[in-house]
Nanobody, 127 residues
């Protein structure tokens, strides 16, 4: 599975941005997708995740009500709609895919749950 993230950029606080993550290759093996982010000088952290079928979605508390993870079934693309952006949302955003469902539900926040990673896309929110 190959993942290609895009959509990052510079945006003012309060504005919106949508990130995309295109999946190719053995996409039938994907069980769940997620977005993580890494701010300067900080560790990578979980942002949002969803099962490939869309039955379950999860968000970290700091983005609940502002971010939404979704999927375009036909394009095998997962999106992260980010609204009401804050300067603290500034980070490199990574998409990831998990091939195994057994450990996902209890460990969706852990980066080791995911088997495939895309390159990062930088989001900068100015105040």
């Amino acid at each position: 599975v190959q993942l290609q993230a895009s959509g990052g950029g510079v945006v003012q606080a309060g504005r919106s941005l949508r990130l995309s993550c295109g999946a190719s290759g053995r996409t039938l093996s994907i069980y769940a997708m997620a977005w993580f982010r890494q701010a300067p000088g900080k560790e990578r952290e979980f942002v949002a995740a969803r099962t490939w079928s869309g039955g379950s979605t999860y968000y970290t508390d700091s983005v609940k009500g502002r971010f939404a993870i979704s999927r375009d079934n036909y394009e095998n693309t997962v999106y992260l709609q980010m609204n009401s952006l804050k300067p603290e949302d500034t980070a490199i955003y990574f998409c990831a895919a998990a091939a195994r469902g057994g450990r996902f539900y209890s460990n969706y926040e852990r980066d080791w749950t995911y088997d495939y990673w895309g390159q990062g896309t930088l989001v900068t929110v100015s105040s």
